[in-house]
C-alpha cells in the first residue's frame, strides 16, 4: 500500500512578469517622476537668487547751451518720493524686507522690494492686490479672491527689486503686496501697504 506523500508539491510554477510589464511600469514611474520634478521643482529649494537693482531715476539730460544772462537757471528735478510702504510679513515661506511705491521725477511710478528675502520657488509673481493681509495661514490665500495685478516674474528670492506699477493702479484700492506662488495659489509673503 502506498501512502500519499504528506507534503502536497505545487506543480505550478510563479510566473514572473513579463519584459513588457516591467518597461511599462519602468516608463510610467519615469513619467510620473518627471512631471513631479517639473511641478514642485525642488532643487529651487537649495538655490537662491540675489537681485541687487538701483532706482532707476531719470537724469536731466544737459543743457545745450548756457542760459542767457537774466534767465532763470535750470533746476534739477526733484528725486523720488516714497507715495507708500510696508514691510513683508510670512504666509507660506519665511519672507522679510520691505516694500515701496516710489513716484519719480517723470511721474512713473515704482514698486521696490528692499532686502526682500525669501524662499526660492516655482513661478513665483509680484502681485499689488486689494486684499486685505491676514497673519499665518488665514493669509495664504486671500490675495486671489478680489482684484489683483501682476507686475511680473519675481527676479530673486535675495536683495533689491524694482517693478513697473501701471498708471491705471489706484492706490486707494490696491493696498497690499503679495509674493505670490502662481504654480500652487498661495502666498509667500505679503505687505500692506500704508501711505506715506
Avoid at 25 to 45: M, N, S
Avoid at 145 to 159: I, P
Wanted: proline share 12%; glycine share 8%.
Amino acid at each position: 500500500m502506498t501512502m500519499p506523500d504528506p507534503t502536497p508539491r505545487d506543480t505550478r510554477k510563479r510566473r514572473r512578469p513579463s519584459a513588457p510589464v516591467i518597461t511599462g511600469a519602468v516608463i510610467a514611474f519615469a513619467l510620473v517622476a518627471t512631471a513631479g520634478l517639473y511641478w514642485f521643482q525642488p532643487w529651487k529649494l537649495w538655490q537662491d537668487e540675489t537681485v541687487r537693482e538701483t532706482l532707476a531715476v531719470p537724469s536731466v539730460p544737459p543743457p545745450t547751451a548756457p542760459p542767457a544772462p537774466g534767465d532763470p537757471s535750470p533746476t534739477a528735478p526733484p528725486g523720488p518720493k516714497t507715495l507708500a510702504t510696508g514691510e513683508l510679513i510670512s504666509h507660506e515661506h519665511p519672507t522679510t524686507g520691505t516694500v515701496k511705491v516710489v513716484l519719480l521725477p517723470d511721474g512713473s511710478r515704482t514698486l521696490r522690494l528692499e532686502n526682500l528675502d525669501t524662499s526660492n520657488g516655482p513661478d513665483l509673481r509680484v502681485w499689488i492686490t486689494d486684499a486685505p493681509v491676514k497673519e499665518g495661514r488665514a493669509g495664504w490665500h486671500v490675495f486671489d479672491d478680489g482684484a489683483y495685478e501682476s507686475l511680473g516674474k519675481l527676479k530673486g528670492n535675495k536683495g533689491d527689486q524694482n517693478y513697473t506699477l501701471p498708471d491705471e493702479i489706484d492706490l486707494n484700492r490696491f493696498t497690499s503686496v503679495s509674493i505670490w506662488c502662481a504654480r500652487f495659489s498661495v502666498s509667500f509673503g505679503a505687505a500692506e501697504l500704508a501711505t506715506v
